[in-house]
């Protein structure tokens, strides 16, 4: 069984910077891909990044590409989302998720983490 926990939200200046880390308990993580997701109030839950299972394919939404960064420790359970030059529109709630695939669609993924909060400030 998949749980994913996140970790590493908080308040950071525009043009900052962030590491999110999701982390598995589980004896499986590594046969999966893993989305990061994020939900910013009164929108739809938008994708941000993915990596394959070996680490070696990502993909990334046009409005993160050459400032966030995914990856992944399998002997760690753990995948990172480390976020640069952050900017007020990024604030949202942050998820990491768990799917079979690499892909941006997020009904693709069967296990998600709780969140963690990205706060932005201008």
């Known amino acids: 069984q998949v749980k994913l926990v996140e970790s590493g939200g908080g308040l950071v200046q525009t043009g900052g910077s962030l590491r999110l880390s999701c982390a598995d308990s589980?004896?499986?993580?590594?046969?999966?891909?893993i989305g990061w997701f994020r939900q910013a109030p009164g929108k739809e839950r938008e994708f941000v990044a993915t990596?394959?299972?070996?680490?070696?394919?990502?993909a990334y939404a046009d409005s993160v590409k050459g400032r966030f960064t995914i990856s992944r420790d399998n002997a760690k359970n753990t995948v990172y989302l480390q976020m640069n030059s952050l900017k007020p529109e990024d604030t949202a709630v942050y998820y990491c998720?768990?799917?079979?695939?690499?892909?941006?669609?997020?009904?693709?993924?069967?296990?998600w983490g709780q969140g963690t909060q990205v706060t932005v400030s201008s």
């Open positions: 998720a768990a799917g079979p695939v690499v892909t941006g669609d997020a009904p693709s993924y069967a296990y």
């Open positions: 589980g004896r499986t993580f590594s046969i999966y891909a």
């Open positions: 990596v394959s299972w070996t680490g070696g394919n990502t």
